[in-house]
């Protein structure tokens, strides 16, 4: 029996691939299956692929399809995977040999439909750069209906998680947008009763150089489109009732999310139109600037627990200086 289907789409990625692929390889979780979706990649990642996919034969399977993007190559290992729990890895990350044995531990000792982990951020030396905690202060079970305050505090990342293959029944990744992992990961936590977690930092994510440096573009609208699906789909939920948590959600999401990515916006233009649409969505929400600046995260206020240079930004963004000081400059 598969326990674990762990899904790696493939595009662009020659220079990290053999890393991420040796880390799955050697996990001491023995029933694995990695499915590696060549989403169209023009380097010489097949090459990679193909040598693994030699040497391993019982463990990997190997497809290639025309490029789609993120969301359809991981659809893509969805349709074919046959694991118990399904496991997405981007292919420029590596995660340690236990990882997927302790969480499927996890998921069997307490019947959890969903398996959380931390996350560290390494450069391309391989030093750590930042430690991500996921869920502190709280037990390796959860019980959501009693502890649903984790809706509004979780980090919605798909690929430190592990998933009940059963939570994709009637969802996918939507095809088309950035940001798919805030658009469905929220909604297959709200098919699930209990979750648990390591506090163990399983996934070590690497922030590349060219990512670093990309240019933000309207692409980030994408962001309040996936908080917008998610609200709808909450009030279909078993949770409905819990209108606090989804407020704050949205402020976590919605807001300082949106801003984070909205900071690194140079065309004058779009961040305008991009500042309007954050505007729209905080009045549908009815969430007030003290709402915001007082949020709770972890029981903590947030904005007083991030780094000086975020504080001064956010600082700036609710008085509206931000755009002040645009217009100086």
Do not use: W
């Not at 799955?24 to 169209?40: K, R, S, W």
């Not at 931390?118 to 079970?141: A, S, Y």
């Not at 505007?279 to 929400?285: E, S």
Request: net charge neutral; charged share 25%; hydrophobic share 35%.
């Amino acid at each position: 029996m598969i326990k674990v289907s762990i899904i790696v789409p493939v595009y662009q990625v020659e220079k990290y691939l053999r890393k991420c692929l040796d880390s799955l390889v050697n996990q001491t979780l023995a029933e694995i299956e990695i499915l590696i979706i060549n989403d169209g990649s023009p380097d010489q990642s097949q090459v990679i692929i193909d040598e693994f996919q030699q040497k391993y034969p019982l463990k990997i399977k190997s497809f290639i399809k025309e490029n789609g993007g993120l969301s359809e190559a991981r659809n893509f290992g969805l349709y074919r995977a046959i694991g118990e729990f399904i496991g997405f890895v981007d292919s420029d990350d590596e995660v340690s040999k236990i990882m997927f044995e302790e969480m499927y531990s996890l998921a069997i000792k307490h019947q959890a439909e969903m398996v959380i982990c931390n996350i560290q951020k390494v450069d391309e030396q391989g030093n750590v750069t930042q430690k991500l905690t996921q869920i502190p202060n709280m037990p390796e079970k959860i019980d959501l209906r009693e502890n649903f305050s984790v809706f509004a505090d979780l980090s919605y990342f798909a690929c430190n998680k592990i998933f009940k293959r059963e939570l994709f029944e009637n969802k996918r990744f939507k095809k088309g947008i950035h940001f798919e992992d805030i658009q469905l990961i929220p909604q297959l936590l709200l098919q699930c009763k209990t979750i648990a977690q390591t506090q163990n930092y399983h996934y070590q994510y690497l922030e590349r150089t060219d990512s670093i440096t990309k240019t933000h573009t309207r692409k980030g609208l994408d962001i309040l489109t996936a908080v917008e699906e998610v609200n709808l789909s909450f009030h279909q939920s078993q949770y409905s009732d819990k209108k606090q948590e989804l407020k704050n959600f949205n402020i976590l999401e919605g807001v300082y999310t949106y801003l984070a990515y909205l900071a690194f916006v140079k065309e004058e233009d779009t961040f305008t139109e991009m500042n309007k649409a954050l505007n729209t969505f905080t009045t549908k929400h009815q969430i007030t600037k003290r709402e915001i600046l007082f949020h709770q995260r972890f029981e903590k206020n947030y904005l007083l627990s991030l780094p000086l240079k975020k504080k001064i930004y956010y600082f700036l963004c609710f008085t509206g200086l931000n755009q002040f000081i645009r217009k100086l400059l």
